[in-house]
């Protein structure tokens, strides 16, 4: 059992990051990383209907979906159950990432 909360979230950042590596994702991250750093990216999902929200996380997810899958991101926002479409759509919204 971990210790506290900074010990588990420690140990799933690391296993994030080994997934990183493993899979060869360090350049499909980057490009996701500059997506949501974009102040318009956040701008739009604010203003963003349900559809079009998922739309936006659909792009967003284009540059990791596309290299560990092989797939678009809309093929795999549309294997996400809709409640964690709309955690993430509200997660990058109340922290606007």
Do not use: H
């Amino acid at each position: 059992m971990a210790q506290n909360y900074n010990d588990l979230f420690m140990d799933m950042q690391m296993c994030m990051v080994d997934v990183v590596y493993k899979y060869d994702l360090s350049q499909a991250v980057k490009e996701t990383v500059d997506i949501v750093n974009d102040s318009a990216w956040i701008i739009e999902l604010r203003a963003a209907d349900a559809e079009r929200s998922i739309e936006i996380l659909a792009e967003t997810l284009n540059p990791i979906a596309r290299d560990l899958l092989g797939q678009t991101g809309q093929d795999l926002v549309d294997l996400m159950p809709p409640e964690i479409l709309d955690w993430f759509v509200d997660s990058a919204v109340v922290f606007a990432v």
